[in-house]
């Protein structure tokens, strides 16, 4: 099957996907949404196990993450295997990798390399610590990074210990970067005529994701530590008990405060010596959870949601996962999407949170079979169909 784009915004990109487990095919996911060609070079089957880096192909995690792509079997460390690499880099615009730093180098698929047969083409490298200093090296993994980050040391309740994140934060918010570093790159192609090389890894991008609790540190030397499910800075913004369950409430600034305090007829907090301005909210936290505890106890979440909500003060429900995708908003969104596997039949994915008024990312192919179109694209190379039976018995593809 030929490339069908799944937007007209990168439809005219070219993308040469070397990705393994999730960081990297999160990058190549969003240039894949938006419409490039995205070809995934994989292993022959013969020569690794399916799942073997990374989900297994028909499940859940896996088609979430390979949807909008074409599939390739090539075997790099063959001979023939990388110089037909070399071939479909002549006229590739982007080359996505996440191997470890020094890999790139002993397959011969550096960006100098690259840039010899292509100088426009870029290069987008995802790794765990960068690609030097005395890290580099190692093995990178989401839960190190969040621990090495300092973001577990933010995360959980006050006295229980470090917590993870609920979600690979990691691999997820290296990936968005490093296809925004790749479009930064697209966009700087127009002026210079050069591809260049552009790298993240999961422990910048944590760092940076660290934003006001890291500027806590470098501006004032002030140490974030663990404050739960309340904000740490602005009370009361955090979770409550209901009559019947939890809710989440955001009253930030005085404003707000006036505001809530008058709606839920605690106008004496307004003045309260405890509670009168911000500084004095936060330094007596505790006391003032008990006290919104004990008033939220006496009815139930969706009553107080409706009169919060109704007033204005931000508030919202604490849902699990199947309740967010039967909440009238987010069915307006239409934050899910159906595209058809001929493996698995109709399923449900989550399509890109970006609306753009002319241009449209949808999903429009399930993610292919192992090597579904290594005959298509490399016909197109002008292998006949004896080169191409012959590099397979060879498991060059």
Known sequence: MPHVPAADVLDHIKVLDLTR???GPTCVRQLADWGADVIKVEMPSALEADGALGAPRH???????????????????????????KKLVKDADVVVENFRPDVKARLGIDYDTLAAINPRVILGSISGFGQDGPDAKRPGFDQIAQGMAGLMSITGEPGR???RVGIPIADLCSGIFCSYGILLAIIEREKSGKGQ????????????MLDFQAARWLVNQE???????NHPQSMPTGVFKTKDGHMNLGVAGD???????KEVDKEVWIDDPKYVDGASRDKNRDQLCDD??????????????KRLNDASIPCGAINTIDQVFAEPQVEHLKIRETVKSEAMGDIELVPQPIRMNRSKSA?????PERGENTDEILSGLGFSEEQLAELRSRNVI
Do not use: H
Request: proline share 6%.
């Open 223 to 229: 140490i974030p530590g663990q404050a739960g499910n």
């Open 363 to 367: 999903l429009k192919v399930a993610p």
């Open 21 to 23: 487990v999730r960081s």
């Open 255 to 261: 404003v707000i405060w006036a505001r809530f305090c």
């Open 292 to 305: 919104l505890n004990e008033l939220f106890s006496e009815n139930t979440t969706e009553y107080w949601l």
């Open 161 to 163: 210990g470090p917590m």
């Open 197 to 208: 090389w552009v790298n993240t890894s999961l422990l910048q991008s944590l760092i940076f």
């Open 59 to 85: 499940t859940p995690d896996f088609q979430n993450l390979q949807r909008n792509k074409r599939s390739l079997t090539l075997n790099l460390k063959e001979p023939d295997g990388l110089e037909i690499f």
